[in-house]
């Protein structure tokens, strides 16, 4: 199934949110979008689920960034097709830039598509883009303030990954209290504790994909 | 010398920021912009520096967050003046914003004023306030990749500090790189490698501050 876009998706960004939206229904692909701060991990959380999920599902991933070509092709890499967007000084992924790309990927193939959006911890959380889900990485290394200082992004989520987890014994930062800040901020959302650099908890990341890709055909 | 705001001066950005430069210059107060991604570690610098050089200078400090009075409060602990701007859900200070607060200061009595800006590697970096200096803070978790993929930061800023060089040790980062990618996108920025948890190279840091307080007196 490839894509045809209509001048009229392109009008704002609900119009393309739903277009994108109704395609993604339509061919039951699993769409989740990933926000953090530059540096948080989303490439290389997304480098490994693609080497751990390449065999089971197809996935397709589209990049974000201001400039360069440098995380699609670390994607590329591990043999997804992923397509990049360069937002040229823009500081969010909107759902007309992703309508725009859409047709590069044949959605009768693809069983996930993975958007990582640009490294922002305030700006992507207003743009709905028609994802299935909202996961919002958080790092170690960041700092226990970040769930209260910026809570247009913690309150929108579905899913928390904190990550880099391997710094723990190195860094003030206490896992319990960003739980209970994010609990009481957004109670539906969870947190997944990882590091995809030594891989520890990104069975669980895996997991939960999983059954969000089952519940996804099932509905 | 205390500030008076006439309603032309809100007008724009570009007017509250020539306000706010005029008012620099005549008061001779060093100002310096300081932006980063959340969590490189700004407000924790600011500590170090307010703790470090509050004896000889009397410095300000203006604190940029979505929410919450967190930052102005570790400020104040240290014993600086601090006022605490929240964008409720804005990704930048914008001239304007600091223009409001500007009449809370007594500008007799600030030889410093630094002005730390909302966690946001992009938005920031297109809103002059009217300071002296930009500064950037990059840190080492924030991974090697930063510069050529933020240009718009990297480009215009006159000092980018290198944080938490304490963690090189677990991390793969490189610092040549780094300085590199910085000499080809802005071969007039400096950068300076420190780390605001171990001290390591601060006093470079409160050279620098030293020195940009000197030439401002002189011009």
Redesign the interface.
């Known amino acids: 199934m490839r894509v045809v876009l209509e001048e009229e998706v392109l009008a704002d960004n609900n119009s393309s949110a739903k277009f994108n939206r109704d395609l993604f229904e339509k061919s039951r692909t699993l769409v989740i979008n990933i926000m953090s701060?530059?540096?948080a991990g989303k490439t290389t959380l997304l480098e490994k689920t693609v080497s751990a999920l390449g065999k089971e599902f197809s996935i397709g991933v589209i990049e974000g960034?201001?400039?360069?070509e440098?995380d699609a092709d670390r994607i590329r890499a591990h043999g997804a097709q992923a397509v990049q967007i360069n937002t040229n000084?823009?500081?969010h992924l909107d759902a007309r830039m992703v309508a725009k790309v859409l047709p590069e990927f044949d959605f009768d193939k693809i069983d996930i598509l993975f958007i990582e959006n640009?490294?922002?911890?305030?700006?992507p959380s207003?743009y709905d883009l028609g994802q299935n889900y909202k996961v919002a990485i958080l790092?170690v290394?960041?700092?226990n303030?970040?769930i209260?200082?910026?809570?247009?992004m913690f309150r929108r989520t579905e899913m928390v990954v904190l990550n880099?987890i391997?710094?723990l014994p190195?860094l003030d930062f206490d896992v319990n209290m960003a739980i209970e800040d994010l609990e009481g901020i957004n109670p539906d959302s969870k947190m997944l504790q990882v590091s995809s650099r030594t891989e520890e908890g990104l069975d669980e990341w895996f997991s939960w994909i999983r059954q969000a890709y089952t519940r996804n055909q099932v509905q």
């Open positions: 701060s530059p540096g960034d201001l400039a360069t440098k000084g823009g500081c640009v490294g922002n911890l305030v700006c207003g790092s290394p960041e700092g303030d970040k209260p200082k910026y809570p247009v880099k391997d710094l190195y």
